[in-house]
């Protein structure tokens, strides 16, 4: 399958979708990029539609709703997500200003002390797992049904 995304106005990824191979191949079985574009604004109309890659081969990364496709870099890069972090220019990915702890341990960004931090826990009752996982007393039942926390009865309780 061949991958293209629609860009909005301002460059923002709208929509990714897949198309047969076969449409983007030419008379020497080549894979076109602008064949695919064309089958597009057969379908769509026009518009402004790029090719991606989930292996990365092109375009840096692979398009999703909401990346900004760069035209300086030919890139695709995905919103920034947090003020902190910095472009590397190789990926178009972002970085964090702190490396994540090498310990196989969870631990979630928190910008207002720019690292990398265990995360918050959720109820009194809940515990620390090794791995820095918050987990309830009481295991949630795998019975299909939709439960929440209950705080007061350190339970789990069907949601109406």
Request: negative net charge; charged residues 25%.
């Amino acid at each position: 399958m061949a991958y293209f995304a629609t860009l909005n106005e301002s460059n923002i990824v709208i929509r990714v979708e897949s198309i047969n191979n076969v449409v983007i191949l030419d008379d020497d079985d080549v894979e076109q990029e602008q064949l695919g574009i064309d089958f597009l604004i057969s379908l769509y109309g026009a518009g402004n539609y790029k090719q991606t890659s989930y292996n990365r081969n092109i375009r840096k990364n692979f398009a999703g709703i909401g990346d900004t496709y760069d035209t300086t870099r030919d890139a695709f890069i995905p919103p920034k997500p947090y003020a902190s972090w910095t472009l590397v220019e190789d990926t178009c990915l972002w970085e964090a200003p702190v490396a994540y702890p090498d310990d196989d341990k969870y631990y979630e960004w928190n910008e207002a002390i720019t690292n990398w931090d265990i995360p918050p826990q959720p109820y009194a009752s809940w515990t620390l797992n090794d791995n820095n996982h918050w987990q309830p007393p009481v295991t949630y039942p795998n019975d299909g049904k939709d439960y929440e926390w209950d705080e007061a009865t350190t339970n789990w309780v069907e949601r109406e």
